[in-house]
């Protein structure tokens, strides 16, 4: 029995992980239909949006964790929070690379966090879509559903590396999406 107070961390399962291979199968299947090129950037749909609000989601809960992670006593209700208290424990997000091999393309999700007052873009296209989608329709495209897909990924490994001492070297490979520091497959 556990003494009342006390600050125990948990072990963390990998339905966190599980989740998401299953939105990045789902992007990956877009790229049947679509290539993950910069000419295709600006392509938007239903799908896409969906993806956005599933995948934003999920950055919302991780997020979270996280920041609760780094601090207990962090309100981690927003951006407001999330941005200061990640990029003080991880102040080189900014340039974390995703590489989408398979088109040969790198992605920067966290590149707006560079300086004061930066904006994620893909952020933001969440933020329209979900509440004004109506007028925003085009911010459902495939450059934003990538970012948001590969912020995800980044916010997945930082997760694992907090709770367990091999980190992300558990969780296997990804079938499209890859950073430095995890496993290749």
């Given at each position: 029995m556990s003494k009342q107070g006390s600050k125990k961390?948990?072990?963390?399962?990998?339905?966190?992980?599980?989740?998401?291979?299953?939105?990045?199968?789902?992007?990956?299947?877009?790229?049947?239909?679509?290539?993950c090129t910069?000419?295709?950037?600006?392509?938007?749909?239903?799908e896409f949006?969906?993806?956005?609000?599933?995948?934003?989601?999920?950055?919302?809960?991780?997020?979270?964790?996280?920041?609760?992670?780094?601090?207990?006593?962090?309100?981690?209700?927003?951006?407001?929070?999330?941005?200061p208290t990640l990029l003080k424990k991880f102040p080189k997000m900014h340039s974390t690379p995703v590489h989408v091999n398979r088109f040969l393309r790198t992605v920067h999700?966290?590149?707006?966090?560079?300086?004061?007052?930066g904006r994620l873009e893909w952020w933001n296209a969440f933020q329209d879509i979900k509440y004004h989608r109506n007028n925003n329709f085009e911010k459902a495209n495939l450059i934003n559903t990538l970012e948001a897909l590969s912020a995800l990924l980044i916010l997945e490994l930082y997760l694992y590396e907090s709770f367990s001492p091999k980190g992300s070297e558990s969780l296997g490979g990804t079938v499209l999406l890859w950073t430095p520091g995890m496993p290749r497959i």
């Open positions: 961390k948990t072990a963390l399962d990998n339905s966190y992980w599980q989740y998401f291979l299953k939105l990045e199968a789902d992007f990956y299947a877009t790229a049947r239909y679509l290539g910069k000419s295709n950037d600006a392509t938007c749909s239903i949006a969906q993806q956005i609000v599933c995948i934003n989601t999920e950055c919302e809960a991780l997020f979270k964790k996280i920041c609760k992670t780094i601090d207990s006593k962090n309100q981690a209700a927003n951006m407001g929070h999330y941005k999700p966290f590149a707006g966090w560079n300086g004061s007052g």
